[in-house]
C-alpha cells in the first residue's frame, strides 16, 4: 500500500496550487488523484473558436513537467485515476487506475474534486445502453452518468476531451445549438459562430445571462441578434433528436449538434458516500476544514458563507479555488488561516460586449425577499472626442431596507456592460467593496483616476452616489 501525509482528490486549479503551496512550506509528502489533463478550463472555448488561441484546444492543456510554476515532483505524485471509495476510519483511498485498482492510506485529505456539468433530464440525451464505467460523469437531473452515454450529437465543456469533440464537430458540421446562456454557454456561442456555424442559443430564464439583470443582458441580446445568432429566451427543451431539440410549446431548434451549457454542480458524490456534511456542496469553515477532522474541501465542491448576505453559496470560480487552496496548504502546514471574505462574480466579453458582474442580482435578490433598490448610470468610456469612445452601462443593487442579513445601503451587487471595453478593473474593485459590505455612501472613500486614454473625466462614483441619495433619501 502507498501512503502519503497529505492526499488531495482532484488536479483542477485549487488541487495543484494546494500541491504547490505544501511545497512551498515544507510539506513534501503529498499526492494528487486526477482523472483528467490539467487545463486551463476557462480558456477551453477560445481553443475551439480559434480567433483568441490559433492553436486549437491543445494549447490549453498544461504539461505538468515544464510548468515553470509547480514542483518537479509533481509530475511523479500525480495519480492518474479514479477514486472509487474512501474509508475514513482507516485513512484509506481506493483508487482505479488503467493498470488496476491502487490503495492510498493518508494523514490528511484534501477534496477537490471540483464540478460536473448538469444536464437536465429530457429524453435523447444519453444512449441507455451504455454501461457506467468510472471516470469523468455529468448529472444527468439528480443522477451521475459517465460521459461515455452522451449521444454523439450531443456535447458538455469541462475538460480537454470534451474540448477536443467539440473542435472536430465544429470543424466538420454546420449548426449547433447552445442550451444555456451563462459565461461558458456564450462563449461557446461565439465560438462556434466564429468558425462558421450556425448558432441558436436556448435559455430557460426571460433574458440570456443570468449574471445580469435583463435590463443589463438587453445590450448583448442586441449584439447577439446583430451577429444572426437565434437567440430564444424563457424556452424549456423538451426532447433532444437527430435534427436538433424540441422546446416546449412545440418548437423545434434545427441543430446537427447540441450543446449543453446549463451550468456545473459541485461533484459531491464521494463526500456524500463517506458522511461530510453536505448541502449544494461540501460545507466547509473558513479554515476549508469540513465536518470531519483531517478532511479539508476547496474549490467548486466548497460551500462558504456569502460575505454580502451570510447565506451559503458554491461560487464556482477558479480563481477562488486556488486562493482556498492555498489557505487550505497553510492550515495544514500549521499556520492558522481563515478565508477571506468572499462572493460570486464573473467576467467575460461575448461577441466584443463586455461584462462583468458581482454579487447579488435585483433578480437574484428579490427571489430570496431581500428588498433592493437598483441605480444605474449611462457611461461613455472615454470622452466622447477620443476615437477610442464606448458607451458603457452601470448598474449598482442597493439593499433598501434593513434586515437581518443586509444593511440599508449596502451595496449588494454591481453589473457593468460596455462595447468593446474591458471592465477588469471595475470588476476587481467592487469585488472589494462588495465583500467589505460597503454602502454606497461609502464610495465617497474611494477615489477616481482620469486618464483621457482609458476613461472619461467625470467621477462615475459620485455620480452613484448622488442618485442613491435621491433614491434613498
Known amino acids: 500500500m502507498v501512503t502519503t501525509d497529505v492526499l488531495i482528490l482532484g488536479g483542477g486549479p485549487g488541487g495543484r496550487i494546494t500541491y504547490m503551496a505544501l511545497h512551498r512550506m515544507g510539506v513534501r509528502d503529498a499526492k494528487i488523484v486526477s482523472h483528467e489533463e490539467p487545463t486551463v478550463i476557462c480558456s477551453l472555448p477560445y481553443g475551439i473558436g480559434r480567433s483568441h488561441v490559433p492553436e486549437g484546444p491543445e494549447a490549453t492543456v498544461i504539461d505538468l513537467s515544464q510548468s515553470s510554476r509547480m514542483p518537479d515532483s509533481i509530475v511523479e505524485d500525480t495519480v492518474t485515476g479514479t477514486v472509487t471509495e ?4 482507516a485513512k484509506k483511498a481506493r483508487i482505479q487506475t488503467r493498470q488496476g485498482e491502487q490503495m492510498i492510506h493518508y494523514n490528511r485529505l ?124 424563457d424556452a424549456m427543451v423538451t426532447e433532444v433528436n437527430e435534427q436538433g431539440v424540441r422546446l416546449k410549446g412545440g418548437d423545434e431548434v434545427t441543430a446537427e449538434g447540441v450543446v ?23 460545507l466547509v469553515d473558513r479554515t476549508m476544514q469540513t465536518s470531519v ?24 470560480i477558479g480563481t477562488l479555488a486556488m486562493r482556498q487552496g492555498l489557505i487550505t496548504a497553510m492550515n495544514i502546514a500549521g499556520q492558522s488561516t481563515e478565508l477571506p471574505a468572499a462572493t460570486v462574480w464573473g467576467v467575460s466579453a461575448n461577441f466584443d460586449i463586455h461584462w462583468g458582474s458581482v454579487g447579488w442580482t435585483e433578480e437574484k435578490a428579490d427571489r430570496i425577499g431581500i428588498p433592493v433598490q437598483s441605480i444605474e448610470v449611462d457611461l461613455k468610456t472615454r470622452d466622447a472626442f477620443m476615437k477610442e469612445c464606448r458607451d458603457g452601462k452601470w448598474k449598482l443593487v442597493l439593499a433598501a431596507a434593513d434586515t437581518d442579513r443586509v444593511a440599508r445601503g449596502q451595496i449588494l451587487g454591481f453589473q457593468v456592460v460596455a462595447d468593446n471595453d474591458p471592465p477588469l478593473y471595475l470588476v476587481e474593485r467592487f469585488v ?23 476613461n472619461a473625466p467625470y467621477d462615475p462614483y459620485l455620480t452613484l452616489l448622488f442618485k442613491a441619495q435621491a433614491a434613498l433619501g
Open 293 to 316: 477532522p483531517d478532511i479539508y474541501a476547496l474549490g467548486d465542491v466548497a460551500q462558504i458563507e456569502d460575505a454580502v448576505t451570510g447565506e451559503y453559496i458554491a461560487p464556482l
Open 260 to 282: 449543453f451549457a446549463t451550468g456545473v454542480r459541485p461533484n459531491i458524490e464521494l463526500a456524500k458516500q463517506i458522511g461530510l456534511d453536505t448541502d449544494q456542496g461540501i
Open 86 to 89: 474512501i474509508d475514513r476510519e
Open 110 to 233: 484534501v477534496m477537490a474534486p471540483g464540478s460536473v456539468p448538469w444536464i437536465p433530464p429530457v429524453p435523447g440525451v444519453i444512449d441507455e445502453g451504455v454501461a457506467d464505467t468510472p471516470g469523468p460523469r455529468f448529472l444527468y437531473g439528480k443522477d451521475y452518468v459517465s460521459k461515455d452515454a452522451l449521444r454523439d450529437n450531443v456535447f458538455v465543456l469541462r475538460n480537454a476531451d470534451d474540448a477536443r469533440q467539440l473542435d472536430a464537430f465544429a470543424g466538420s458540421h454546420r449548426s449547433a445549438a447552445v442550451i444555456g446562456s451563462g459565461a461558458i454557454g456564450l462563449e461557446i456561442a461565439e465560438a462556434l459562430y466564429d468558425r462558421g456555424l450556425d448558432v441558436s442559443i436556448v435559455e430557460a430564464i426571460p433574458h440570456v445571462n443570468l449574471a445580469l439583470d435583463g435590463d443589463m443582458a438587453e445590450i448583448l441580446e442586441k449584439r447577439l441578434a446583430e451577429r444572426g445568432i437565434h437567440v430564444y429566451t
Open 432 to 454: 472589494d467593496i462588495v465583500t467589505r459590505r460597503e454602502s454606497v455612501w461609502e464610495l465617497i472613500g474611494h477615489h477616481f483616476v482620469h486618464c483621457p486614454m482609458h
